[in-house]
């Protein structure tokens, strides 16, 4: 029995420096412009990877990093087998999201479900449509859906299937559900935990014919041989019940919807191989490049071995499907296909590489094996992309994307679609006309706003009061506030200019 290796101090080194980075936003402001991808933040987290497949015959490695030491397997098949083993020998403590700059974040609890516990998407697929056709009545003239309306409009969309119509306008519901999934493991989850039960005890108290909550209530959230989750902070008896079941389902086909469908949307508007035509296919890739849960850390709470490495008590294993995919391909297949512009951060696009490892953790959730709720949070994922893509294909205005070479992340915030109606004429963003820039020119002008009421908002903080200096920098804030409502203002001048 052996104990894993650890990883050389240069290799420490340089993944650590990589996290760090996150922290400096302008880190890798030279590498992008000169189109290094391996000098970026995210190329040297996966170009150390890629180099520890090679060197350590794809054995896991311990790597020390200024946020703790991981136990890091370097391929899908290992983490999914190690996790496993793990989970098997009831040897892990729930998980936590890690993201890039070393921060780690709760993940909501998962829970184990029967492979029944869940509806199909088929199912459901009249409520679905009936809350994308209101998210498509709110495009603007343009056919242009930008996240401000998308996000509510998908959240609203995930309460209707997962909680029933009841739930649909209970906006408090999602936010709930975000602040309790962030105060996972610790002291304030319980209290969020509560306050979340009560919101969801109406859908299960009444549930609606055909919702999930309607499902988890007829018994089947629990089926033989499936035991329930064990959640720090969550009395054993409510484990695994109803309620925890629905908050799970939501929050993780909330995640898919918003998120996951809006990336895939965007990929078919390019034209990536694998996703054109192929709802499912396009929010595969998505989940492949751009996983919710890119990176999450496995307590191990008792000693376990698996194929002779000896993991014991203490240990933290890194499971990072968004940093060892890229790291594989690009380490592994050599491929270097890629056409540099403008100096985004970007990886090769494999045709082959796609569909997230099925067997393994699931990208939209931190549990250490399969999630069924996650199955069918892909299914709704999958509905949403096939609704808007059937009538005409979608167009992407922001950011600049080629069908070759994809970002290594892809921020939904910053994506600006546009969604021609039945009958419609595609925009011509496409083109270099000034129809075109006149498009991008209004993603520009609500960018800007959005800026203006971000500062806008965190100069309204309380904290700046107190003292000369806060109240300096409120009307800084105050003052940058108000010169990007000026900029947005002139950049929609000429945007009506340009279009007409």
């Known amino acids: 029995m052996t104990t894993p290796a650890p990883a050389g101090p240069l290799e420490n080194a ?6 760090l980075a996150h922290r400096l ?26 180099h520890l497949r090679r060197s350590r015959s794809g054995r896991p490695v311990r790597l020390r990093t200024p946020f703790g030491t991981f136990l890091v397997p370097l391929g899908p098949a290992d983490t999914a087998a190690l996790l496993a083993e793990g989970a098997a020998a009831d040897a892990l403590d729930p998980a936590v999201r890690l993201d890039a700059a070393g921060r780690r974040h709760g993940l909501h609890p998962h829970v184990p479900l029967a492979p029944d516990a869940v509806s199909s998407a088929a199912e459901l697929a009249g409520p679905l449509a009936e809350e994308l056709e209101r ?18 409009g998908l959240l609203r969309a995930a309460r209707r299937v997962v909680a029933g119509a009841a739930a649909a306008d209970d906006t408090l519901l999602s936010e709930v559900l975000v602040r309790t999934a962030a105060a996972a493991g610790s002291p304030a989850y319980e209290r969020r935990a509560a306050a979340l039960a009560r919101r969801t ?36 008896a409510a484990e695994g019940g109803p309620g925890d079941a629905l908050a799970h389902t939501l929050a993780v086909v909330s995640e898919a919807a918003v998120t996951t469908a809006f990336q895939a949307l965007a990929l078919t508007a390019v034209g990536v191989p694998g996703a ?33 490495l000896a993991v014991g008590a203490g240990t933290e294993i890194l499971a990072a499907p968004g940093w060892l995919g890229a790291a594989g391909d690009a380490g592994d297949k050599g491929d270097t296909r890629a056409i540099r512009d403008s100096g985004d951060r970007a990886h090769p696009v494999d045709a082959g590489r796609g569909a997230p490892h099925r067997e393994g953790p699931s990208p939209l959730c931190g549990s250490a094996t399969g999630c069924t709720a996650s199955a069918f949070a892909v ?6 992309v096939r609704y808007f893509t059937e009538a005409a294909r979608p167009h992407l205005l922001s950011p600049a994307l080629t069908a070759d070479r994809m970002p290594l992340t892809l921020a939904p915030d910053t994506l600006l679609l546009a969604l021609p109606a039945d009958g419609a004429a595609p925009p011509a963003a496409r083109a270099a006309t000034p129809a075109s820039y006149a498009e991008l020119a209004r993603a520009d002008a609500e960018r ?19 003292d000369e200096t806060g109240e300096r920098f409120r009307t800084r804030l105050l003052e940058h506030a108000q010169r990007c409502g000026r900029a947005a203002a002139d950049v929609r001048e000429a945007a009506r200019r340009l279009g007409g």
Not at 14 to 19: I, L, S, T, Y
Not at 379 to 384: G, I, N, P, Y
């Open 14 to 19: 340089v993944f650590g420096a990589a996290m």
């Open 25 to 50: 936003p302008w880190a890798d402001a030279p590498a992008r412009a000169l189109g290094l991808d391996s000098l970026t933040r995210e190329g040297a987290a996966r170009g150390v990877l890629a």
């Open 135 to 152: 998210v498509a009545r709110a495009r603007r003239d343009d056919h242009t859906l930008p996240w401000e309306t998308w996000r509510p």
């Open 201 to 236: 005890a109406p859908c299960l108290a009444d549930p609606e014919p055909g919702s999930v909550a309607a499902g988890l209530v007829r018994g089947r959230a629990a089926g033989p041989g499936v035991p329930a989750a064990r959640t720090e902070g969550v009395p054993r």
């Open 276 to 308: 054109e035509g192929s709802p499912a296919g396009a929010v595969a890739l998505a989940l492949a490049h751009f996983p919710p849960v890119e990176a999450a850390v496995h307590p191990v709470r008792t000693p376990f071995t698996w194929e002779g």
């Open 379 to 384: 299914q709704v994922a999958e509905a949403v």
């Open 448 to 466: 800007l706003d959005r800026y203006a009421r971000g500062l806008a908002a965190c100069a309204a903080e309380p904290g700046w009061d107190g």
